[in-house]
């Protein structure tokens, strides 16, 4: 059996990384970690400070004593584009030249500047049409992630959309009842990755303009505290709305959590709704969380009293045997939701396709 590739999550606060086993008919835990990048350093998905990349990694793997070199990574933001598409039923050559066709009429980037792949969801349709995925992504931005790999000593081999990871750790984690839609939400530090998945099904993505950040900013423009301050207390905030260290955070610190909570809930809710507007019979079962500030409680709960329908925070480590002797649970558990992208790409294999 082929090995799993490394999944590593390069994110603008942090570096996530997960490696996966196959065991039997599960996965065992092989590795995981977390590594922080300087402020500033990745910015709307570019990386402006090359070097910090390439020390956080290596600091990251050397810590936690990795052993592979074959890497799948993971971009987003405006420099990726995902759509579902309805053509003509076809295949081979035709179908080639056809997707030709849609990325020039889809995508708005010159076609020598992205890196384009695209999958069949449904051969035939009952109307003789058929149902497919194009993936674009600027080449720039990829070479960027793949250099700063390279550069820390590995082995880039895949380069995903960071919303398709997204639905492969909620399928390997929790998996898709048969004729269900969910929603998945990654909330990351600059913006959201909102993913509807239908019967297994990539269905609509979006990226949000809202993150972790905005609810960072808030506090440190409210407060009149440092960055660090602000970050100190949001972190505060959540754990103290758990129950634990209350007397630490300022009561106004959890006034702006719900604050913020709520405009993140209200754009979720639009992307939601231009969704259901469009979709044919569309009933969403379940949304699931993922990213550091799901575990802001304020969130799910202004999440789901906005939309009415359930929200669950994703532990994508549920499913996999874990050695407690070498990982700390706890910290597994709270790390969870944060992992989230880099599990879905530690189950990707070196020769899948991009």
Not at 289 to 317: C, H, M, T, W, Y
Request: aromatic share 6%; with cysteine; proline share 5%.
């Amino acid at each position: 059996m082929a090995k799993q590739c490394i999944g590593l999550d390069i994110g603008s606060s942090a570096i996530k990384l997960v490696q996966l086993k196959p065991s039997g008919r599960s996965m065992s835990l092989q590795n995981f970690g977390i590594e922080p990048v300087p402020p500033q350093t990745i910015v709307d998905g570019v990386i402006l400070n090359h070097g910090a990349v390439v020390d956080a990694i290596k600091s990251l793997t050397r810590r936690i004593h990795l052993k592979g070199k074959q890497i799948a990574l993971a971009v987003s933001g405006n420099s990726v584009i995902i759509k579902r598409l309805t053509i003509p039923a076809m295949e081979g050559p035709a179908l080639d030249e056809q997707m030709e066709w849609e990325v020039r009429q889809n995508i708005p980037f010159s076609r020598d500047d992205v890196l384009v792949d695209y999958e069949v969801l449904v051969k035939q349709t009952p109307t003789g049409q058929m149902e497919v995925l194009l993936v674009a992504a600027k080449r720039e931005i990829v070479a960027q992630y793949q250099q700063v790999v390279r550069d820390a000593g590995f082995q880039p081999m895949i380069v995903d959309a960071a919303a398709l990871a997204l639905q492969n750790a909620v399928e390997l984690g929790i998996g898709f009842a048969p004729g269900d839609t969910v929603a998945i939400v990654n909330v990351g530090a600059t913006y959201s990755t909102l993913s509807i998945v239908s019967s297994g099904r990539p269905s609509f993505n979006r990226d949000l303009g809202t993150g972790g950040n905005t609810y960072t900013e808030a506090i440190q423009r409210t407060l009149g505290v440092s960055l660090d301050g602000a970050e100190a207390y949001k972190v505060g905030g959540a754990f103290a709305a758990a129950g634990a260290a209350a007397d630490v955070v300022p009561q106004e610190v959890h006034r702006i959590l719900w604050q913020v909570s709520e405009q993140v809930a209200e754009e979720f809710q639009r992307s939601l709704d231009f969704y259901m507007n469009d979709a044919i019979d569309a009933r969403l079962s379940r949304i699931y969380l993922s990213g550091g500030s799901s575990l802001v409680p304020q969130l799910p709960k202004a999440i789901q009293d906005r939309s009415r329908i359930p929200v669950e925070i994703i532990n994508p480590f549920a499913r996999v045997i874990v050695d407690t002797r070498r990982f700390d649970v706890e910290y597994l558990r709270v790390n969870a939701p944060v992992a989230t992208v880099a599990f879905g790409l530690a189950a990707r294999r070196p020769g899948d396709s991009e």
